[in-house]
């Protein structure tokens, strides 16, 4: 069980192993009753305009207070509990669901997202895919570890083509207005297929993995950001901020609620630059 995980501190060895032990059995454990739940949740509006479910608010419970078990001197920073980053030097950002509008249509594009920061920097990134059996974590500049980026337990990179007709960039808007925008600009069509996925995290997760040279999210929180943001820079990836020199490290007492920060997540810092052209539509 999850919650049975005996006290483990940075100092120990084995901290960084059994924390990707830690965090896969505990987003097995709740990914495998929301599959049961899956399109079948009451779901409501929140003030945001954004989709909540039941499904949301349990996992939140279950995932904040088995990190409080395990993790006594841990903060927790959550999408729906406490908005506030906490005062203390390693601190959880919990995404109980992470495309939570797929979930409650039956769209099989979720995630359970979880990351520990140190310092105000997320150094771990565990992110599950319980409808597609994905599992991602990933390590960036952790203390006294590796770096390093992984699917399923297997090393991953970001991808190395070149933008084409017959590569991938995913986007997350409201609409496909942005694409149109783009399109009859001056520059043309954006130099890519388009994909829009509807799990922030997963979009990311797309570059860290190499099926998608970039990723572009308009209105992410950072719930949705800082899981995937170690393991795409562990993959070799390049994190572009589109409308602020810098996200990290984050503020004890910073107020993080309907925040967002338009964010791209590319293959490397010469793909991201290719694109930006096109993303300047997002933000301006």
């Known amino acids: 069980m999850a919650n049975s995980l005996p006290m483990i501190t940075p100092e120990q060895p084995d901290f960084w192993p059994q924390m990707v032990d830690f965090c896969q059995a505990l987003t097995e454990r709740v990914g495998t009753t929301l599959l049961k739940e899956f399109s079948q949740v009451q779901r409501e509006q929140k003030a945001d305009g954004s989709l909540v479910t039941s499904g949301d608010r349990w996992a939140d419970q279950e995932l904040t207070e088995a990190i409080q078990r395990a993790f006594p001197d841990h903060g927790i920073l959550s999408e729906e509990g406490n908005p506030i980053f906490p005062a203390e030097d390693w601190a959880w950002i919990i995404d109980p669901i992470d495309g939570t509008t797929n979930f409650a249509h039956g769209l099989p594009i979720w995630c359970v997202a979880l990351a520990l920061c140190y310092k105000g920097y997320p150094v771990f990134g565990y992110v599950a895919v319980p409808p597609l059996g994905q599992n991602f974590h990933g390590f960036w500049q952790a203390p006294n570890y590796a770096d390093g980026a992984f699917l399923n337990g297997q090393p991953i990179q970001t991808s ?101 920060h338009p964010t791209l997540m590319a293959a490397n810092p010469n793909i991201g630059n290719d694109f930006l052209p096109w993303l300047n539509c997002l933000v301006h």
Not at 203 to 226: M, R, S
Not at 249 to 257: A, E
Request: charged share 10%; proline share 10%.
């Open 160 to 260: 190395s083509a070149s933008p084409g007709p017959q590569e991938f960039f995913s986007l997350c808007a409201r609409s496909t207005a942005v694409i149109s925008q783009a399109s009859l600009s001056h520059l043309g069509p954006i130099p890519a297929k388009i994909r829009m996925l509807g799990s922030a995290s997963y979009n990311f997760l797309t570059v860290a993995a190499g099926f998608t040279l970039g990723a572009v999210e308009k209105t992410p929180q950072i719930w949705d950001i800082a899981p995937a943001w170690p393991i795409v820079k562990a993959a070799n990836g390049a994190v572009i901020w589109l409308d602020q020199a810098q996200l990290f490290p984050l503020t004890p007492g910073q107020s993080l609620s309907n925040q967002p």
